[in-house]
């Protein structure tokens, strides 16, 4: 869990994160509320991202926390 207090600050770090991740190849899961999922991955879409390729080929994965804790 990553503390915050700014919504715009978090969406930055987690977007940073899971790019850093993607770019050297590695695969990356994201856990997140479904009112972050939007900012997040047009952070990455903004850098250059294919999210949905990348959904595709299972180098990224979005869970979201509702679906998470149903489980």
């Not at 503390?3 to 600050?9: A, F, K, L, Y």
């Not at 987690?14 to 997040?40: K, Q, W, Y």
Request: negative net charge.
């Amino acid at each position: 869990m990553y503390p915050h207090v700014d919504e715009n600050h978090v969406e930055q770090a987690v977007s940073l994160f899971a790019g850093s991740g993607i770019r050297n190849g590695e695969g990356v899961i994201l856990i997140m509320t479904a009112d972050n999922f939007e900012p997040i991955t047009f952070r990455l879409q903004r850098d250059g991202f294919n999210v949905a390729e990348c959904e595709r080929s299972g180098q990224l994965t979005c869970i979201g926390t509702e679906d998470f804790l149903a489980r």
